[in-house]
């Protein structure tokens, strides 16, 4: 049966990754073809030469584009089954889409929302070469700490739900991780390296558009593998089986 989950998850990650595809090469591009000008006339400002092309942007935007997007979604995709396999009938009784549904939420907001809140996606021309290494470590770091502190949360939450109800327990733990995350991003070190002369709205839509792109393809992996997880378990009860092995 996990098996039989974990193609399904690839197969939501196909169309998951077919739509972030054609929502990066029509609203992303477009602001990394400005960036990049961008970059291109500070390094000429500066008497700097210009750096060959090994791939040429036709590539990036297409070629390159689709090979990234479709290679990260199908992983996403398997990783979400095998969640969903180990979640699915043993934390709560929420219906196959109904499981599909919360953990996407729960691995947006884990994986993509608060950490980008601390370091946001940047467009190119923008951050230090030098620092990428540090740069790198801290935004990995609030992805660990994001996703263990929601685990613990739903396990705080869960203790609570004796004494306090579902609907109390939930917010108390809920409250709990964000005072903790919050508490956690203001002892982490800051990270600005946007030049000053660099175009706010570019920034913003560039940022907005990469949240954007996690938002198609959490969303989709939610709604598609729910569709396909809930098939697949009610023709495996259907005919006696149990529903993992």
């Known amino acids: 049966m996990v098996g039989n989950l974990l193609l399904r998850g690839m197969?939501?990650?196909?169309?998951?990754?077919?739509?972030?595809?054609?929502?990066?090469?029509?609203?992303?591009?477009?602001l990394v073809d400005q960036a990049i000008a961008f970059e291109e006339a500070a390094a000429q400002a500066a008497g700097e030469a210009?750096?060959?092309?090994l791939v040429s942007r036709a590539t990036q935007a297409g070629l390159g584009l689709f090979t990234g997007v479709m290679a990260y979604a199908?992983?996403?995709?398997?990783?979400?089954?095998?969640?969903?396999?180990f979640v699915h009938g043993r934390f709560s009784r929420l219906s196959a889409r109904?499981?599909?549904?919360?953990?996407?939420?729960?691995?947006?907001?884990?994986?993509?929302?608060?950490?980008?809140i601390k370091y946001p996606a940047n467009p190119p021309a923008v951050g230090n070469g030098d620092t990428i290494g540090v740069r790198t470590e801290l935004f990995f770091l609030m992805i660990v700490v994001?996703?263990?502190?929601?685990?613990?949360?739903?396990?705080?939450?869960?203790?609570l739900t004796a004494r306090f109800g579902v609907w109390n327990a939930s917010i108390i733990a809920g409250v709990a991780y964000i005072v903790f995350i919050g508490l956690v991003q203001?002892?982490?070190?800051?990270?600005?390296?946007?030049?000053?002369?660099?175009?706010?709205?570019?920034?913003?839509?560039?940022?907005?558009?990469?949240?954007?792109?996690?938002?198609?393809?959490?969303?989709?992996?939610?709604?598609?593998?729910?569709?396909?997880?809930?098939?697949?378990?009610?023709s495996g009860t259907a005919v006696g089986r149990p529903a993992f092995r």
Request: charged content about 10%.
């Open 50 to 53: 210009a750096e060959p092309e």
């Open 146 to 159: 994001s996703i263990a502190s929601l685990i613990a949360a739903v396990a705080f939450a869960r203790r």
């Open 74 to 85: 199908i992983a996403v995709g398997g990783l979400f089954a095998l969640a969903f396999a």
């Open 11 to 30: 197969l939501a990650g196909v169309i998951a990754g077919v739509l972030v595809f054609a929502f990066a090469h029509f609203f992303g591009e477009p």
């Open 186 to 234: 203001y002892l982490l070190p800051p990270i600005n390296e946007v030049p000053e002369n660099y175009s706010a709205m570019v920034l913003w839509r560039f940022r907005t558009t990469s949240l954007g792109m996690h938002v198609v393809l959490w969303s989709t992996l939610g709604i598609v593998f729910g569709m396909f997880a809930e098939k697949r378990l009610a």
């Open 98 to 116: 109904g499981t599909s549904a919360v953990i996407a939420l729960a691995a947006f907001v884990a994986i993509i929302l608060v950490p980008g």
